[in-house]
């Protein structure tokens, strides 16, 4: 190559390097991040069933067209597969805002030792010391900051008017929470990335009437209405016709619905301001519901389907693809301790210590909840389950009971397996093989 050749190739390379570090997507609206920098938004939808999705296939009721218009996007994924580290709101999120499994994040407790969220690298820590702007609306109860759990730690906003509600069963809040986290994003400042994390607790009981959809039999004459107690659920559930089931499950839709509406106006929002190339959105839940599948309406009780099978929908703007990285575990599915690791690479930020992008070698779910309650104490329950090749074997760790499921021949594990099957031994080395949360 001629001199003159290597001065046009470096000005060739000075040029397209300036082009690519200062020539950004410019929209006049706050926020605009840095192509290396891109902005992350994180949804969660508290009690949220996968299979009541559409994007799961749900064909009773268009529960989340708007999720359905994300997932058609180029850059959108929908992960089938990925299960919660536990079956009720502080263990979960707490896993979602660590990486780490309740083991390792310690939270399993409402109340005394093991209620605090004591880790040092929330997902908000690590974005706030890599100079983002970091937002939150938080509508569960159990997660504001008068309880004192710490999970505001490492947000400079964390909005938690919703659920500093009265009475926060009831009601509808979806709405609230956007019309917060719309306002906080248009008060971004150029050039500041921001992480934001969006959390919808209308699934979660009492399930409300929303007279925009009008889902329940017309003809159903039960108990079942809108805004029923949570009383008045504990004291039916062992009772339950299919009649109420059906009438419980159309209520429940009817909130998912009032929450993806809401993620509609959000997305319009992002693409109206232009975010939309430099945005990834995760969309996902602290974990399930059960609609009377086990004579049970809640979570806590459980570690089947309904309530670990977790939703897991991320759009990565096409730019970032290389870098979203989500590996499935060797024995099938994914973890949810592995959502936070995935989400600081994509922004290109160090993954702490404990932490990995590499997948687990099976996965892992535990509860153990003591309810505050004293009229509630039936409902205490520990249990451990492990999930692998398709095999998920469950651990009540109080009784001793246990269960194996083929989630091959029955997702919905309604059909334990005999006490012959092949799979039990292997599936009770495995769970002796996991690391369990423990009261210290
Ligand atoms: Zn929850």
Redesign the pocket.
């Known amino acids: 190559m001629s001199q003159l050749s290597v001065k046009l190739s470096l000005c060739w390379l000075l040029f397209a390097t300036l082009l690519s570090c200062g020539g950004r997507e410019q929209d006049g609206v706050g926020g605009v991040a840095p192509a290396s920098k891109p902005n992350v938004l994180l949804i969660v939808v508290?009690?949220l069933r996968q299979d009541h999705l559409t994007p799961y296939g749900y064909q009773q009721h268009e529960t989340t067209p708007e999720l359905q218009r994300l997932v058609d996007e180029d850059g959108a994924e929908v992960y089938f597969g990925a299960v919660a580290s536990s079956s009720?709101?502080k263990p979960?999120?707490a896993t979602l805002f660590t990486g780490l499994d309740p083991r390792q994040h310690g939270v399993m407790r409402l109340l005394g030792p093991g209620s605090q969220l004591r880790d040092e690298h929330t997902l908000a820590q690590e974005f706030s010391r890599a100079d983002y702007a970091t937002g939150c609306v938080m509508s569960?109860f159990l997660l504001s900051r008068k309880m004192g759990a710490g999970f505001e730690r490492g947000f400079d906003f964390y909005d938690d008017r919703a659920a500093n509600h009265p009475n926060p069963h009831r009601g509808s809040t979806a709405k609230e929470v956007v019309d917060s986290g719309l306002q906080w994003l248009k008060q971004r400042q150029p050039g500041q990335p921001w992480f934001l994390v969006l959390h919808f607790f209308d699934p979660?009981a009492s399930f409300e009437d929303h007279p925009d959809v009008d889902w329940v039999d017309s003809d159903y004459q039960g108990w079942v209405v809108g805004g029923v107690s949570t009383d008045m659920l504990r004291q039916k559930e062992k009772s339950l016709s299919m009649a109420d089931r059906e009438a419980l499950a159309a209520y429940y839709d009817e909130e998912i619905h009032a929450v993806d509406m809401q993620i509609g106006r959000l997305n319009r929002y992002l693409k109206e301001a232009q975010l939309g190339s430099q945005t990834v959105i995760v969309f996902t839940a602290?974990?399930g519901e059960e609609l009377g599948e086990r004579k049970h309406i809640g979570?806590t009780q459980s570690l089947c389907a309904e309530l670990v099978d977790l939703p897991l929908v991320v759009y990565v703007p096409p730019s970032l693809k290389s870098r979203w990285q989500l590996a499935e575990s060797a024995a099938g599915g994914f973890a949810m301790k592995q959502i936070y690791p995935a989400i600081l690479n994509v922004a290109a930020l160090p993954i702490p210590e404990g932490r990995s992008l590499a997948a687990p070698e099976f996965l892992s779910m535990q509860v153990d909840f003591v309810p505050v309650r004293k009229d509630h104490l039936e409902k205490y329950v520990q249990k451990r389950a492990v999930r692998s090749h398709g095999i998920h074997y469950v651990l009540d760790t109080r009784t001793g009971e246990e269960w194996l499921y083929d989630l091959t021949q029955d997702p919905k594990m309604l059909h334990p397996l005999s006490s012959q099957h092949p799979g039990w031994s292997q599936m009770r080395a495995l769970l002796g093989k996991a690391q369990w949360w423990e009261e210290r």
């Open positions: 508290d009690t009720w709101t979960g999120v569960n979660h602290d974990h979570h």
